[in-house]
């Protein structure tokens, strides 16, 4: 059974600039869910995914934006990139949609925003 | 909005000794009540959960309790270990998970 993989591990970007980051979800799992976790901060919630739609946001701008694939695998996408943006991204696919069931997290990819 | 408070954000026991981390929520429509464990590097992973039918659950040297009434619920690790040191984070939601801030585990040998 493969786990969640992010990719890319790291990277670093200049403020305007856009990103995108991909995750692979755990075989089995039909939703993904995305946070963002600032240094010594817990993940906040920035949206999920469930069978290729949208299903549920967190308290996150419009320049924050995700697809899923019929595959289960999932991109954020940020626009527009500000400094506050640099962050540990993690990726967590789960069984269940909503926020009921276990997350099994990837390791993340690292932002840095100059 | 939705609000998981967690206390303390730092703990330092002997090994051997008993760890209790404590959360509050906001959200009385919550339902669901994880606890995550993060080490260096790595995304968190679940230890225990705990629902909102339940008022108690152990695992082996873990145990969650929750009191709906007070919109608490806590982590208790006993006879802990070296390995036990990481950031543990509380988490509650219904509809999403909103996760506390973290506490910083040191187990000293």
Known sequence: ETGVT??????????????????????GHNTVSWYQQALGQGPQFIFQYYREEENGRGNFPPR????????????LNVNALELDDSALYLCASSSLAGATGELFFGEGSRLTVL | GENVEQHPSTLSVQEGDSAVIKCTYSDS????????????????????????????????RIAVTLNKTAKHFSLHITETQ????????????????????????????
Do not use: M
């Open chain 1, 64 to 75: 924050f934006s995700g697809l899923q694939f019929p595959n289960y695998s999932s991109e």
């Open chain 1, 6 to 27: 992010q990719s890319p591990t790291h990277l670093i970007k200049t403020r305007g600039q856009q990103v995108t980051l991909r995750c692979s979800s755990q075989s």
């Open chain 2, 29 to 60: 429509a919550s339902n669901y009540f994880p606890w995550y464990k993060q080490e260096l590097g790595k995304g968190p992973q679940l230890i225990i959960d705990i629902r909102s039918n339940v008022g108690e659950k152990k695992d082996q």
């Open chain 2, 82 to 109: 070296p390995e036990d040191s990481a950031v543990y984070f509380c988490a509650a939601g219904a509809d999403k998970l909103i996760f506390g801030t973290g506490t910083r585990l040191q187990v000293f040998p």
